[in-house]
């Protein structure tokens, strides 16, 4: 191994760019690098940039000016790499407009880093020679990503994502994600298994499937047939050590019935659905091409909470998308009332360049979205609140995943992906308990811990999330 060097990655936008932050931390791991949690003394520093919406887009210009104007104030060489969807996007424009990127990787030459990291050292100083690396390369950037190492997963605690599936072919006319992850891929079966098997071992708990259009996923098995997510759920809620199991981003038009039979099925499986449906009015959803109306949604909840009654519901909701009136909006915000969510993402529509709706008449004034996103955010705030109130009082199974603020601390996630504080020992990070809710905030829920695998089995061995707990707190 060479010598030791220093890396700082910083992630913007969804949960796959999470997922893709430790990966190329594997990979470079091979080569040296320890990752640092501060771009100050990184040799080298890796944005990986999020493409979704404008603002989302142009944080890259404003980190990369902060990052050059720190390095000319410490007098201090460091390379900088752009990854993620704004790279896989802009490719060489980045070079154009930003001063100092060394390289430009898109999200599917992430294995190449190794490489391309090296040819950029050696080109030393002359940064306006940065590598741009976008192609969609044929070969599978997940058989040449290295796995984590015991110590990574550890560090990274008892819940962990997967990436089972990436890219989109729904082409919804807002979104530039069929764009910049290209099209719907999933991986095989046996590999995914693979994995979930590696990080259970090393004593993760939970895992969270995660892709674009996660329900779309159909993956070859060990028998080169084409296995669904119902499949893939099931065999890895089999995997020894794994007690939870999720998924993320789902599709409506990909909710079969089969999908739904397995929220009834897998105790494993949490009742906690992340469903957008992005608005309200069937006029809009077709203009969206979201290739669903309202109705199909509501059948499709109805459905699901006949399977698992105890689920709770997220989505996403954009307002003031190309043509929205205020009958439209109307129908959102009747859609949410129906519906009841426990939590939920709401945007403003983002002009994109190259998505079709950029194109489109009746582009709505900033005023109108405003006051639409004021509305409808109003209403899934008390939505939320209404719903952390009614846990009050309830015993909820958590995942104890870190510790907390303060000594004696920890933080469990509930089911429904609440952020629950209790009193306890460091040593049960990693285990399942129950907690009985006693306060609720805007920020988390307070409970005292009922039991749970730890306080019935006092493992003598050691937490192995404690190396975690222990940086945490510093
Ligand atoms: N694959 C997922 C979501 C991908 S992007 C799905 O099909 O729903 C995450 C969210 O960002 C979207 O659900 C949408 O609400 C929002 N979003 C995407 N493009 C946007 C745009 N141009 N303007 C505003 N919000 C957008
Ligand atoms: Fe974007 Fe639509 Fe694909 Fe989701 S389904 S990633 S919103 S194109
Ligand atoms: Fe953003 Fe790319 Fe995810 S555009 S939301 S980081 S897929």
């Known amino acids: 191994m060479s010598e030791t060097r220093k890396l700082y990655v910083r992630s913007f936008g969804c949960q796959m760019n999470v997922y893709d932050a430790q990966r190329m931390t594997d990979t470079l791991a091979k080569e040296g690098y320890v990752e640092t949690d501060s771009p100050d003394d990184a040799d080298l520093v890796i944005l990986n940039t999020c493409h979704i919406r404008e603002k989302a887009a142009e944080k890259v210009y404003s980190e990369l000016g902060r990052l050059k104007k720190a390095q000319e104030v410490a007098g201090r060489q460091q390379m900088v790499a752009v990854a993620g969807c704004v790279a896989q996007a802009e490719g060489a424009e980045i070079l154009k407009r930003a001063r100092g990127v060394d ?3 898109g999200p599917q030459s992430y294995h190449k880093l190794p490489e391309l990291v090296a040819d950029a050292q050696r080109r030393g100083g002359n940064r306006r020679a940065g590598i741009v690396e976008t192609e969609f390369p044929v070969e599978d950037k997940f058989d040449f ?24 072919d729904k082409f919804c006319t807002f979104c530039v994600v069929p764009y910049t992850r290209g099209a719907e891929v999933s991986r095989p079966l046996p590999k995914i298994l693979d994995e979930v098997i590696r990080l259970a071992e090393a004593g993760v708990r939970e895992v969270t499937l995660i892709g674009q259009n996660v329900n779309a996923y159909h993956g070859l098995d060990a028998a080169g047939r084409s296995a669904n997510l119902t499949e893939l759920i099931h065999r890895i809620a089999e995997v020894p050590g794994i007690a939870r199991v999720r998924y993320t981003t789902s599709h409506p038009r990909d909710m079969d019935d089969e999908l739904i039979a397995a929220h009834r099925d897998l105790p494993a499986l949490m009742p906690y659905l992340h469903l957008p449906v992005q608005s309200g009015s069937n006029r809009v959803l077709a203009a969206m091409n979201r290739k669903h109306d309202r109705e199909l ?26 043509g929205e009136t205020d009958a439209d909006f109307a129908d959102t915000m009747d859609l949410v009332e129906r519906v009841g969510f426990a939590s939920a993402f709401s945007f403003k529509y983002s002009s994109r360049p190259g998505t079709p709706a950029a194109g489109m008449e009746g582009q709505v004034p900033e005023q109108a979205k405003s006051e639409r996103i004021h509305a409808l ?19 909820l199974d958590i995942l104890i995943e870190k510790p907390g603020r303060f000594p004696g601390q ?21 285990t399942l308990a129950q907690a009985l809710v006693r306060e609720v905030s805007t920020k988390n829920l307070t409970g005292e811990l009922r039991g749970g695998e730890f306080f019935n089995e006092r493992p003598a061995r050691e937490s192995r999330f404690i190396g975690q707990s222990e940086k945490l707190e510093a």
């Open 145 to 168: 990503l290295p796995p984590p190492t015991r110590a990574a997963i550890n560090k990274r605690g008892p819940a962990a994502f997967v990436t089972v599936q990436e890219g989109c």
């Open 410 to 430: 920890l933080i469990g996630r509930s089911p429904y992906l609440q952020s629950i504080v209790v009193e306890g020992p460091r040593e049960a990070i990693g």
């Open 377 to 395: 955010q109003a209403l899934l705030d008390a939505q939320k609140t209404a719903f952390d109130v009614a846990c009050r009082g309830r015993v």
């Open 297 to 322: 949604f509501f059948e499709i909840v109805a459905k699901v909470r006949a399977a698992r009654p105890d689920i709770a519901f997220s989505s996403d909701f954009i307002v003031g998308f190309p």
């Open 103 to 105: 390289l430009v990787v």
